[in-house]
């Protein structure tokens, strides 16, 4: 098949550049910058750019569009209000050159942590996403992944397949033990609330970039989760990641000191997140991670 790839350069588009090329399909990586070298054939648009995204997709002529767009190269409020028009515009625009394009077939990626804290610790596809998250950074986050998701699902003529990533480690990501968060860990600088009951579930950047290759190649469509198998408290991971790196067990705090010392997503992560179950890609997507957290998180 033809597949065009948005997001080409970022860590999990680089991953899956050869995965696609290894399965014989003909890769057409969308980039904004020329100047960046992928291993395929490109086409250039701004993806917030609706012509320039439709010229782009002309050109290509995909049967499939992968769309692995994101701005969180920086954790900044700048950041995430991009990510958040990508998610919005930057679909928008992909959907609509893909279909005059005439592509069958949109892969896209969405987050599994999204969902509202409520119930179980680990939850499904089905559960409710937390758009009123009381902090307005997360509720647009969240919003702008549900009107993606929207968009991408709600398409006419052209198939869905939602990747709700868990959260991503790995060389070069957050987690990088390598990174600034590494370094902080380390040096027994974060601490932990003292009741870390909040769930996360990883997710391995090449596990992602397979779940990627799994969505293309098959015939289900929906909302999956993508995570790894061991959805893990922050009272386990986050001691288990300093003792790896071989910090100091991270400082107990008070519960209500936590969201002040933390900032509201850390804190909301460590005590309240919930995880995600896999089932569905396991049983429809014929996606299964190959490594969790606890074997690949200190290791990059
Ligand atoms: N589920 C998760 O936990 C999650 C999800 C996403 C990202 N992240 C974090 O984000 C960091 C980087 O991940 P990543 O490499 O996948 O994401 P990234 O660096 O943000 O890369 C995303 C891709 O989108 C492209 N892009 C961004 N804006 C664009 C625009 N306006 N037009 C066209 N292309 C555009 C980038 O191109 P350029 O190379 O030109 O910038 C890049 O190819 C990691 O630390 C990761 O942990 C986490």
Redesign the pocket.
């Known amino acids: 098949m033809r597949v065009v790839v948005?997001?080409?350069?970022?860590?999990?588009?680089t991953a899956l550049l050869p995965l696609l090329q290894a399965r014989g399909h003909h890769v057409t990586a969308l980039?904004?910058?020329e100047s960046?070298t992928v291993s395929a054939d490109t086409v250039v648009a701004?993806?917030?750019d609706p012509a320039a995204v439709r010229d782009a997709l002309l050109a290509a002529r995909p049967d499939v569009v992968v769309h692995?767009?994101?701005?969180?190269?920086q954790m900044s409020a700048e950041a995430f209000e991009t990510t958040a028009r990508?998610r919005t515009e930057g679909t928008a625009n992909l959907i609509t050159a893909a279909r005059e394009a005439g592509a069958a077939k949109l892969v896209v990626q969405s987050?599994s942590f999204a969902t509202a804290p409520l119930g179980d610790p680990v939850l499904s596809e089905d559960a409710p996403l937390y758009l009123d998250a009381p902090d307005p950074g997360w509720s647009r986050t969240v919003q702008a992944v549900a009107e993606m998701e929207r968009l991408v699902l709600g398409t006419p003529d052209i198939a869905g397949t939602i990747l709700r990533?868990?959260?991503?480690f790995g060389a070069?990501?957050?987690y990088d033990p390598a990174g600034p968060f590494g370094a902080v860990i380390r040096r027994g600088q974060l601490p932990i609330p003292s009741t870390a009951t909040g769930v996360t579930s990883f997710l391995h950047v090449q596990d992602a970039a397979l779940a990627a290759l799994s969505a293309v190649d098959s015939d289900v469509t929906g909302v999956f989760n993508i995570a790894d198998d061991e959805p893990a408290e922050g009272a386990t991971w986050l001691p288990e990641y300093a003792r790896l790196l071989g910090g100091p067990p991270p400082r107990p705090i008070p519960s209500d000191l936590a969201e002040k010392v933390l900032g509201w997503f850390a804190n909301y992560q460590l005590t309240a997140m919930r995880g995600a179950r896999t089932d569905r890609a396991r049983t429809e997507l014929g996606w299964k991670p190959t490594v969790s957290w606890r074997h690949g998180l200190a290791s990059g």
């Open positions: 948005a997001g080409a350069t970022g860590l999990i588009g980039v904004r910058d960046k701004d993806a917030l692995q767009l994101t701005a969180l190269r990508l987050i990533y868990g959260t991503l070069q990501t957050q």
